[in-house]
């Protein structure tokens, strides 16, 4: 064996090949442990897409006190609220740190308005046209970080309910890329086929009703809610078991790089 021009005897051909071997093995460790990670695989997974569309969050309105409001404007409707609640992550993909997992709380705030005015049909009464924002901030910080959930809607957003009824409902969906995006600090939303919302509201009064103007009547109400997309939204956070294998190994791809030199 020849190593920079030098003829090798065969004690020393054998510990060169035995080094070089160690060195490839060592590499191929480090590969295998990093691309057989959970972290890995959601890197990789951007591509793949669930067949259906599914729930990943919902919130409770806390004491269900009337806290969403519709108002009236004469040539628009502007619909708002700020409320506390119990928010809850669901269905998503990957580590959800513990102070993630379960019901926490949080304030939701929306804001939306519209000049398209309602119909009447079949004794139910419908509004679109409505466009806004909402957000749900944590009351406890995670890691320095509170933005649960926020989102935009364009002006496909729709209040539906039955005319004179105490309940109505508002909710807006994709196919359109821009009619709902899904923001937050602890979930990516990846190359998402659909993004939606739907939000419940009882106790409405006074009852839900176009006003004489064709736009709905002011109210007030309680609500509550659920988010879903397709894809599921994936974690931003590694598992723990992520992290040790990761720097498992490049601590093998460090020790093989030194023992090149």
Do not use: K
């Not at 959970?38 to 009337?66: C, E, H, K």
């Not at 009852?207 to 007030?220: E, K, M, P, S, Y």
């Amino acid at each position: 064996m020849f190593i920079r021009n030098r003829v090798l005897s065969p004690t020393a051909f054998l510990i060169a090949l035995a080094v070089r071997s160690s060195r490839f093995l060592v590499a191929t460790i480090a590969a295998a442990v990093i691309f057989s990670t959970p972290l890995a695989a959601s890197l990789t997974s951007s591509g793949v897409n669930s067949q259906n569309t599914v729930t990943f969050a919902q919130f409770l309105d806390i004491g269900g006190t009337n806290s969403f409001v519709m108002t009236n404007n004469g040539t628009s409707d502007t619909f708002t609220g700020s409320t506390q609640i119990l928010f809850g992550y669901e269905n998503i993909s990957g580590y959800l740190l513990p102070a993630l997992q379960g019901y926490e709380t949080a304030t939701l705030t929306i804001s939306a308005t519209t000049t398209t005015t309602g119909s009447i049909n079949n004794g139910n009464v419908q509004e679109s046209g409505f466009s806004g924002s909402f957000s749900i901030i944590a009351s406890t910080p995670v890691m320095g970080m509170s933005n649960l959930l926020s989102g935009t809607f364009q002006s496909l957003a729709t209040f539906t309910g039955g005319n004179g009824a105490n309940s109505a409902t508002f909710s807006d969906s994709t196919p359109n890329s821009t009619e709902v995006i899904f923001t937050s600090s602890f979930i990516s939303f990846v190359n998402p086929q659909t993004e939606a919302f739907g939000l419940s509201f009882s106790s409405v009064n006074p009852d839900f009703q176009l006003a004489v103007n064709n736009f709905i009547a002011n109210f007030t109400a309680a609500g509550t809610g659920t988010f879903s997309s397709n894809p599921p939204p994936i974690s931003d956070i590694p598992e723990p078991s992520s992290i040790f294998s990761m720097g498992l190994g490049l601590f093998a791809l460090a020790v093989c790089a030194i023992s090149r030199r």
